[in-house]
């Protein structure tokens, strides 16, 4: 497929998840973060790595919007894009305290539980071609919160996505963070190759390690700490757990 692949990004914080993509070959086109500072920081990081701005530039504005009074603009920069010839595909994770025990588990209707569900509505109103949904492992863990992603998929499901979800741990590839995160990831079944099924889907192409193999590791308690000090890696732990390896 020589398609381009674009991205609307929405809740993007800083930036990382679409560093991700941008890094392999997707294209940043538009930006959405509601938090000012992070949407400051966002810029700010584009412009020290030498990143070319969003073509649709950047929104600092409720997701909701794009549902409503927005919603014209968003379908025309998706149709622009359509109309050179590419891929659409959204990005985003929504604010996930509610489905957590931090966030009191209040869950869907949460001030940010909800948002959880507009990003799904705006999705299936827009209909890109390709989506990525994160979120904490509450959404997948807790029973009623599970029922509440469930729905959200099936919803997808109703307008053509086909999906396939994780719940995965960046530690598994390598990442020195022990963070359990959701990832479904849904692509319009139209644009499917007849020999490609959403069940091919690499999850394991890049995972170095199984948590089974991580948690036998021998890992080191609490050390003092030594102002100025060189810390050497603890014997049998791979180099990329420790925070001086980045």
């Known amino acids: 497929m020589d ?4 991205i609307f990004s929405f809740f993007s914080g800083s930036g990382f998840l679409d560093l991700g993509f941008e890094t392999n070959g997707f294209e940043i086109d538009l930006v959405n973060e509601f938090q000012p500072n992070f949407l400051k920081a966002y810029k700010h990081s584009r ?28 379908k ?4 622009k894009v359509h109309e050179d010839g590419n891929l659409v595909g959204f990005i985003g994770g929504p604010p996930c305290p ?11 209707n949460g001030d940010n539980g909800k948002l959880s569900k507009s990003y799904v509505d705006l999705i299936i ?16 863990k807790t029973a009623r919160h599970r029922e509440f992603y469930e729905e959200l998929k099936s919803a997808l499901r109703n307008v053509g996505y086909a999906m396939t979800d994780r719940l995965t741990n960046a530690i598994e590839y390598g990442v020195p963070q022990d963070r359990d995160r959701i990832i479904l ?3 319009k079944k139209t644009i499917l190759s007849p020999s490609i099924g959403i069940d091919d889907f690499p999850w ?6 199984s948590l089974d193999e991580i948690k036998a590791l021998n890992w080191p308690t609490t ?15 791979p180099k990329e757990f420790t925070v001086e390896y980045w």
């Open 3 to 6: 398609n381009k692949k674009i």
């Open 47 to 74: 412009e020290k790595m030498g990143l070319r701005k969003p073509r649709f530039g950047y929104f600092n504005i409720d997701i909701n919007e794009f549902l409503n009074t927005r919603k014209p603009e968003l």
């Open 76 to 79: 025309q920069y998706i149709d």
């Open 98 to 108: 509610d489905f957590s025990i931090a966030g009191k588990n209040r869950g869907r």
């Open 125 to 140: 109103a827009m209909h890109p071609d390709f989506f990525l949904f994160e979120n904490v492992k509450g959404l997948w």
């Open 185 to 187: 990831f849904g692509v």
């Open 204 to 209: 394991n192409k890049y995972r170095r390690f």
């Open 223 to 237: 050390t003092p700490f030594i102002p100025d000090s060189v810390t050497q890696c603890p014997d049998g732990l």
